[in-house]
């Protein structure tokens, strides 16, 4: 049996030292840590589901996930399955009405509707039958709900608030770390209590936020509302946190991720948001001072409804769709618009505002703009370098059929032919974008800080294998290659990679995440994280931690992996699956396990692909 490096998260709560408490899924520990902590503890969540909510009155605690991303409070159940009750409208048995219906491999949230007849003219629907104790459903597409990952809102609450009685006294000291929080919702709108952000649930809200309140690596989606902070906060960072599919018809003033104002002393960096109702990342009224708002990645809106009072205030190396309520011209710099914003000419002379100006290109001038890397180009414009989210690399290279070996390789234009010559050139601390497939096998020998991608929407393939010896900060992105042969070094991570075998050994700190791989071997690799792959054969793994993963038959499957499911792809071009349904959704955080690719909506199913802007697979 696979020994499991967290282990003794397992067991109930325990108290390991005065401060530090780990808590597991299934046995009320969670609840236990809620109702005993002690101002400075640390309450630590081992990898799983919980499906409860965590109120407190107070801060002074640390909530972290032993393993970030991996520690999941639900406020929903997976759907029994459905039965046909007449064309495109299903069926289950359900007890009582659920707070929300949620198509998970969509990041979609259904509508509620009164009966029957207004379900027939809907689409992501839903309604109920209190006395049959029926729910019915019609899903986004008119396909039966086996096609689809559909899961129940039940607990009407918000997943982890965070109060205090008054202002003054106010939440202090607090840290929420590496959490996923889903599926906590109301079905109607909540009333007597001040503040907008009242009239739904949240993944995670914090009023009365005083002074150092830092909320970091959470994940959330298909809530009403993903990350909150409630208004007169001071010293609060939300910072490298992602949002979902956050919706509820009753607010629109905030979305995925919302700091509400007046505010000061505070920060959003580094997140990103898509398909939240009306806005992925904001910031909504009054008075901001001293706020830090840079390096966020909208998908749909970026919205800066407030009153700036320092003058230093403005939204900073921003990559977003749309721009709303920004206030006026030099607050905002050194960021990409994608598409609108309200009077360009108020921002033209200091961002990237690719729909308003036409000398932008974005494939040319650009790292990867499909994946959100927007530095510059070696020879994009003068005013391209001057003014993107992020500076030029001199250390990156591109690398492309019928490139010149001659050339510097800083550019599409200026890229390398062949894979010799880019290895040749790689330095530490560089990186190569494959931008179409190449030939030869990569041998990387006590090499630091090195990534190689596939450049665009899908793996790119090498004819050739990859062989890692002792090798530390090591990425692997979007390739598709014949064996990975991994031994010794630390930090080693492969993500959205297809490998027909692979093996690791004592690598210290392995990732493997939303991958294909054949035959598996992972041993002695201390710390190891394995999730969200497809695997095509059996694997063999002798450490770390492993769940959310798709084997080809039950034999196949760890029985420790509780999350872990049966079903094999079928691969179509470009590495797609053609059963992406099978996959969609089924990741811990909500995205599909094997590789994915962003696309808009609403497009048709191909590969592990979701339907979400910018978070299909």
Known sequence: MMRLLYSLLLLPLVLLSAAELQVSPGNDSLSAAQKSYQPGDVIILAPGEYHENFRSGRGEVTLRAAIPGTAVLRGDVDAPAFSEAQTGIWMCPWPEIPEAVNERDSFL????????????????????????????????????????????????????????????????????????????????????????????????????????????????????????????????????????????????????????????????????????????????????????????????????????????????????????????????????????????EDYQEDNILARNNPDIDLDRDFADPVNFDFRPQGQASAFTKQFAPKPESATLLFLKQGGDDQADGRSLASALGTLPAALARLQDGGEVYFVDAQQGDIVLQNRNNIVLRGRGLYPVQLQGNIVLENCRNITLERLAVQALRITGGSAVSINQCLAETLQASQTENFRLTHSVSGPTSISACENAVVTANVFTAAKIQDCGWSDYNAYPSAEARPEQESRSFVAQPIMDQNFTFQNSYLFNGRAADGFPVGPYRRQPRPTVLAASQVRAATVSS
């Not at 889903?182 to 002074?211: D, H, P, Q």
């Not at 599919?245 to 509400?260: D, E, K, M, V």
């Open 109 to 344: 949230i259904y509508q509620y509707v009164p009966n029957l007849i207004q379900l027939t003219k809907s689409l992501a629907a839903w309604t109920y039958d209190e006395a049959k104790g029926q729910l019915y459903v019609r899903t986004s597409d008119g396909e039966a709900p086996d096609r689809h990952y559909l899961t129940i809102s039940t607990i009407n609450a918000t997943g982890l608030h965070f109060h205090a009685g008054s202002t003054a006294e106010g939440v202090r000291n607090l840290t929420i770390e590496g959490l996923v929080l889903t599926g906590f919702n109301s079905r109607t709108k909540l009333f007597g209590i001040s503040g907008s952000y009242y009239n739904t649930r949240w993944g995670v809200m914090i009023t009365s936020a005083r002074e150092n309140v830092v909320i970091r690596e959470v994940s959330a989606f298909l809530n009403g509302y993903g990350i909150g902070v409630g208004s007169h906060s001071q010293g609060t960072a939300i910072e490298n946190c992602r949002a979902f599919g956050n919706r509820t018809p009753y607010n629109y003033s905030a979305g995925g991720i919302c700091i509400f104002g007046p505010s000061g002393n505070s920060r959003i960096s580094g997140c990103i948001g898509a398909d939240n109702h009306y806005h992925d990342v904001c910031v909504y009224s009054g008075k901001f001072t001293n706020f830090k708002f840079a390096e966020n990645i909208c998908c749909g809106t970026l919205r800066t409804k407030a009153t700036f009072v320092d003058p230093d205030f403005f939204i900073d190396r921003c990559i977003t769709t749309n721009a709303s309520h920004i206030r006026g011209k030099g607050t905002m710099r050194n960021s990409v618009v994608l598409s609108s914003v309200d009077f360009p």
